[in-house]
């Protein structure tokens, strides 16, 4: 069945160091993928996607691109600030059945310091 | 435009009572979806419904739970006769639409603690 990887945490950064967040997939067919975003006490918010191979998501600095050969989609970021600790979750659009739900990663909690 | 509103945020049961919590999905939005997260892991799907339909319950345990979504008014997932192993974050989510590539809106979630 489908099913989302991501690397376990927690990942710890010095403010504007340089992040990857690693997120492999198995899928069917071709499976639209998402980052969200869970800050401390609330719910998911969805950062960025990606439609179909070889595009790249984008927000607030994070990109994630939709690599079908190596079936990843890794969310990486140049320079972290503080705020952007929170967990992070990769999923992809599960295209069986008739229902368009999400599978999702574990999490991955980023701690940035100061 | 309020986003998906879930209440309440936080609920304490003691076992063997009912936990009843909401979901009141974004303007417009006619389909709505309830996940679980337990403690460190990632969010499971549950139940997939539409107004006054339930399309997919694969995700929902096959005792003591279920789902409605009314006509009028809010989604409803009800517990009953709660566990410890039922305490976790339940999140709703809504979209517009059963596309493909339709957006997905997540509530705050409630956060079931059972005593």
């Known amino acids: 069945g489908n099913s989302v990887t991501q690397m376990e945490g927690p990942v710890t950064l010095s403010e504007e160091a340089f992040l990857t967040i690693n997120c492999t997939y198995t899928?069917?067919?071709?499976?639209?993928l998402f980052w969200y975003v869970q800050y401390p006490g609330e719910g998911l918010q969805l950062l960025l996607k990606?439609?179909?191979?070889?595009d790249k998501g984008s927000n607030k600095g994070f990109e994630a691109t939709y690599r079908k050969e190596t079936t990843s989609f890794h969310l990486e970021k140049g320079s972290v600030q503080v705020s952007d600790s929170a967990v992070y979750f990769c999923?992809?659009?599960?295209?069986?059945?008739?229902?368009?739900?999400?599978?999702f990663g574990t999490g991955t909690l980023l701690a940035v310091q100061p | 435009n309020a986003g998906v509103m879930q209440n309440p945020r936080h609920l304490v049961r003691r076992r063997g009572q009912e936990a009843r919590l909401r979901c009141s999905p974004m303007k417009g939005h006619s389909h709505v979806y309830w996940y679980r997260q337990l403690p460190e892991e990632g969010l499971k799907f549950m139940v997939y419904l539409q107004k006054e339909n339930i399309i997919d319950e694969s995700g929902m345990p096959k005792e003591r739970f279920s789902a409605e979504f009314p006509k009028e008014g809010p989604s409803i997932l009800r517990i009953q006769q709660v566990v410890r192993g039922d305490s976790a974050a339940y999140f709703c989510?809504?979209?517009?639409?059963?596309?493909?590539?339709?957006?997905?809106?997540f509530g705050q979630g409630t956060r079931l603690t059972v005593v």
């Open positions: 990606a439609t179909k191979a070889d």
């Open positions: 899928a069917t067919g071709y499976p639209s």
């Open positions: 999923a992809l659009s599960d295209l069986s059945g008739a229902t368009n739900k999400l599978i």
């Open positions: 989510a809504s979209s517009e639409s059963r596309g493909l590539n339709t957006e997905a809106f």
